[in-house]
């Protein structure tokens, strides 16, 4: 009986710990941010005639969004309606489009632009992933200075997203995720080495961009961990804050929902460039 009541214990408390951050008008810019991206994207599709990159953009948009639509659907993530511009209010399911395409899109292309810059030396694909880890750095401090300075002048303006932690659901689908990118990849003796070794640059570029997204707001204090106990919502001390934000959040979480893209992308050959790919199909 002691057993049980320890388990039972462990299993609610991990399931009341959430990753919460103060919002403004930020969706405006997730939004005004991944179509300059998209626009990018297209520019390399029509120009360069590199199209995988807009595929990859496009596709890990859509899988996010529908994980968003159903966790903000389900509860499990809270968002409240916003203002696009200051102007338009939007709710769900717009917001988890938006989400998709900042946290889904966005990043998922920041893993294939790493990989190919590494793997393939593709310095069209180094310029990119660096332009986008460069602005989004900048942009995300000055958006914390805008936060913070509403904290302390306006702070009732001010809403707060709640994503939950360590649900069941998520950590079942986490495994599934690193699961397939593994056994998808990895045994494989007809994969070339580059392509597996490929998997391991792919994920430290979405940690890479996940970082970007989570340090300067967690410095400032707009982005943190709470734990519920029922009643309130209580930040946790900034030990468990540090493990759980980088330890889980970033190098667990973060990286995992886009871990089995990676197989669908090799198998779908979307990760040559252009100019590679060409080549090999030049050859006899």
């Not at 338009?88 to 946290?103: A, D, M, Q, T």
């Not at 989570?214 to 930040?235: M, Q, S, W």
């Amino acid at each position: 009986m002691k057993d049980y009541y320890i388990k039972f214990t462990l299993n609610k408390t991990m399931l009341s710990f959430y990753v919460s951050r103060y919002v403004t008008d930020l969706y405006t810019f997730e939004l005004v941010f991944s179509v300059c991206i998209l626009i990018i994207c297209l520019f390399n599709y029509f120009i360069r005639k590199d199209k995988y990159p807009l595929y990859v953009f496009s596709a890990t948009t859509l899988f996010h969004s529908i994980l968003e639509l159903i966790a903000q659907g389900s509860g499990t993530r809270t968002v409240e309606p916003t203002h696009l511009f200051g102007i338009i209010e939007v709710g769900y399911p717009f917001i988890p489009i938006i989400i998709g395409l900042f946290e889904g899109g966005m990043v998922g292309l920041c893993g294939l632009l790493l990989m190919r810059a590494v793997i393939y030396k593709d310095k069209f694909s180094l310029k990119f992933f660096l332009i986008i880890i460069g602005l989004l750095l900048l942009f995300e401090i000055l958006g914390v200075i805008i936060v913070k300075g509403i904290l302390t002048t306006d702070p009732g303006s001010l809403e707060i997203t709640r994503r939950h932690l360590f649900s069941e659901g998520s950590i079942i689908l986490l495994i599934i995720m690193y699961s397939i990118a593994i056994i998808g990849i990895l045994p494989w003796k007809n994969i070339p080495r580059k392509n597996k070794f490929g998997l391991l640059y792919y994920y430290i570029g979405i940690v890479a961009i996940s970082l970007v997204m989570i340090i300067p707001l967690h410095v400032a204090g707009t982005r943190f961990i709470e734990y519920f106990d029922g009643v309130n919502y209580i930040k946790v001390n900034i030990m468990l804050q540090i493990l759980i934000m980088y330890g889980y959040d970033a190098l667990v979480e973060a990286a995992g929902f886009f871990m089995a893209y990676y197989v669908l992308f090799y198998y779908l050959k979307w990760l040559k460039p252009a100019k590679i790919d060409k080549q090999n199909q030049k050859q006899p």
